[in-house]
């Protein structure tokens, strides 16, 4: 797997590399991106409308954005999995359940 951080700008873009070249997409790969549990999953399918920038970066669509509530100068976790075929975008939402969650379960919890 592949991990990135990257902001997200005012259209949408992510600025971040690492995570669609170790995906293997280029600009011309089609992109299908779908909701789920509070992540955004991204795949390459034939029949995708959504495409890298020419620059390869990711753009998530207005609707998703603001579905979650992502503005611009949001950082968003990036999480590669070449293995499954898919990118997970994780937004600062996701993000804070899963820390909070673990913070919960070690500290709270009396693990040591």
């Known amino acids: 797997m592949a991990y990135g951080f990257g902001s997200v700008d005012d259209r949408g873009r992510v600025a971040d590399l690492v995570t669609p070249r ?11 991106i779908s909701a789920t549990r509070g ?5 390459a399918h034939a029949d ?5 920038t020419k620059r390869g970066h990711l753009r ?14 949001d950082r968003v976790l990036l999480v590669a999995d070449p293995a499954q075929g898919r990118l997970v975008v994780h937004p600062p939402a996701a993000l804070d359940r899963l820390i909070s969650e673990a913070h919960a379960e070690l500290l709270d919890g009396g693990v040591a």
């Open 22 to 32: 170790a995906m293997g997409w280029t600009p011309s790969t089609r992109l299908e």
């Open 39 to 43: 992540l955004l999953v991204v795949r």
């Open 48 to 52: 995708g409308v959504m495409y890298l």
């Open 60 to 73: 998530l669509p207005t609707p998703y954005r603001r579905w979650y509530g992502l503005v611009p100068g």
